[in-house]
């Protein structure tokens, strides 16, 4: 994959939070990394230990990660043969579109604490939801106890299949997505499960899309 089209990457982010590309090697995929933003942080995922959900066989819920990161960019050394592993997207912007104006408002209000994660340290508290921007940061273990109608309301929408899209990578490929706008999460994976992605966390630099 040649690495001068980011203004076409910055045109699918912009329309659908995420886009599938085919670096073809892990190199190349470093190179696109660097191309698109000062990495964060580059994490190896695949099943070991399970102290971590990086590692765990379990499955995970829907969830963005530390708010400083704008992208996330996986790719697939190897994926699991059961067909077990796709990547489950959920586009908050149709989730928002579908609550209630009011319960949208509300959820502005809620505060979540940033804990430090990974090479990245705690940042304080940051909405749920910015609603000037267009922005979210949630995971649900980072919601308080009980929770209010307005976050009771986003977490039954999210697990609706319309906001939903289910991408499972091979070998050789990238999967690109907005960690603002887009949510992800996975199925369960066998214990034994040979699935290995690189993932990294990018900030700072902001795509552009191409002057129409």
Known sequence: MA???LPDIAVRLAEYGFAVLKPGTAAMAAIIANRLGAVLDMTEVRV???LTY???????PPHTDHPDV????WFCHQQDGSGAGANILVDTRSVIHALHA????????VELHCPGVQTLVPTGTHPLYDSKRKQIFY???LCMQPRPASVRAFEA???KSRHQRRILLHAGESLLI??????HSRDALPRDSHRWLTRYWIGKKELTRPQQ
């Open 3 to 5: 690495i001068d089209g």
């Open 48 to 50: 070991g230990n399970g």
């Open 54 to 60: 990086l590692s765990s066989a379990g499955s995970i």
């Open 70 to 73: 704008r992208l996330i960019l």
């Open 102 to 109: 009011q319960l949208a408002a509300e959820l502005a209000g």
């Open 139 to 141: 995971a649900p273990w």
């Open 157 to 159: 929408e999210l697990g």
């Open 178 to 183: 907005d960690n603002r706008r887009m949510l």
